[in-house]
């Protein structure tokens, strides 16, 4: 199984990036696609989760209704549009991959597959 992350990279405040996630031998239909972030000396958060039908998602609360995660499960892709971004977003971010029930989402240690982070840096 692999997770590759892409799009991460250096913005200003109040800026907009896109990540992407290719998600490559797995059966994509079957896992529910995660993002999450660590930033330097903090532990892994919560950033946000998608069902299969992409329809139904949940997001942690320091991105609500700034970020915006989709997937195309035609192309096993998941991204993260993120908008109005904050110094406090610099992390690296993660996609990640998990079956486990919907109401353990949150949780890290419930993912089975990571990809290997793309830094997300924003300069106020």
Do not use: H
């Not at 991105?63 to 892709?77: E, H, L, P, Y």
């Not at 406090?88 to 989402?105: K, M, Q, S």
Request: aromatic share 12%; glycine share 12%; hydrophobic share 35%.
């Amino acid at each position: 199984v692999q997770l590759q992350a892409s799009g991460g990279g250096l913005v200003q405040a109040g800026g907009s990036l896109r990540l992407s996630c290719a998600a490559s031998g797995l059966t994509f239909s079957n896992y529910r696609m995660g993002w999450f972030r660590q930033a330097p000396g903090k532990e892994r958060e919560f950033v946000a989760v998608a069902k299969w039908s992409g329809g139904i998602t949940d997001y942690g609360d320091s991105v609500k209704g700034r970020f915006t995660i989709s997937r195309d499960n035609a192309k096993n892709m998941v991204y993260l549009q993120m908008n109005s971004l904050k110094p406090e977003d610099t992390a690296v971010y993660y996609c990640a991959a998990t079956n486990v029930v919907w109401g353990r989402r949150r949780e890290a240690e419930q993912y089975d597959y990571w990809g290997q982070g793309t830094q997300v840096t924003v300069s106020s």
